[in-house]
């Protein structure tokens, strides 16, 4: 049985095992999330109340205006977590273990909404509190329904950043390569508002890649030794051959960007796993919904290697990701006093 050792308010450590009921929320962005997840693996509520729709008239995400949005939403989706954990599991707030919190990275005035109401539930409720890394999350969201342990290599892609991590144990991780400049998300983002895609623009270039040439355009792959990547300079290749049409011929051109992005990533991700020797790998972060970087990790499982990537509204912020993070990665922050980060900590 899973034993977790928290160190609660004003109070020694103690140790817990039997079932653990972890709710978590998530707001370091644009969705404000609850979740509600036993022993790490086993969804009893999730709600996810979104602000895509309030950000598309701007072309992106507004700090100050999510942060009013996070604050009016975040007692909603905490309320609807606790009314669907009784439905499904007849469990009420007293039998919560404990309550988590994405800490950073993130906006800041939006992590502060999330943090401070999982703060605020476990004083009332007088049970421990841990704050997350959302990266370490995004990872961890691929043991929800799933019997996957460690070691294995992980692919994380999202609009912020793009790594490759030697996943060694539960609470040991290293980052081997990293993005240089631009980050898959916003590269994708970018090259969307290039070609006129309106926000968010990645999903809306992924569907037209599908229906376009992937090996209409040659484009560049950024030259970075080791894992790191570098996309910016695909960016300003599409940016000129954009430019060189009077009428672009634009699933030609997203399909093409795409094929050289997804290309890259699998190369680096595959040298990465032949060097450590593993034959386990996920993929994880909003982009890891992508169809082709799906498509290419998941042609691993022909040579051999077992592939995992969580469900598409896994994919994205949600707060079951970090309640399951909670759970299994020990490199949290168990002080109630911890503040939120905007960058990597």
Known sequence: MKKLKYKLFSKEPVELSGDCYIMALESS???TACAIVKNGREVIANVVASQIKTHEKFGGVIPEIAAREHLDAVNVVID???REAKENANLNPEDITAFSATV?????????VGLNAAKTLALTYDKPFIGVNHLNAHICANYIDTDLKPPFMALLVSGGHTQIIDVKSYDEQTILGETIDDAVGEAYDKVARLIGLPYPGGPKLDKLAQEGNPFAFKLPEGKVDGYNFSFSGLKTAVLRLVKSFDEVPVKDVCASFQETVSSTLLKKLKSALEEKGYKQVVIAGGVA?????R????????EGYKVFAPPMKYCTDNASMVASCAYFNTNTFDDVNVEVFSRVH
């Open 104 to 112: 950073g990275p993130g906006l800041v005035g939006c992590l502060l």
């Open 29 to 31: 962005c644009d969705e």
């Open 295 to 302: 498509k290419k990790v998941f042609s691993l499982e022909n």
């Open 80 to 82: 609807e977590a606790f």
């Open 289 to 293: 919904a992508n169809s082709e970087i």
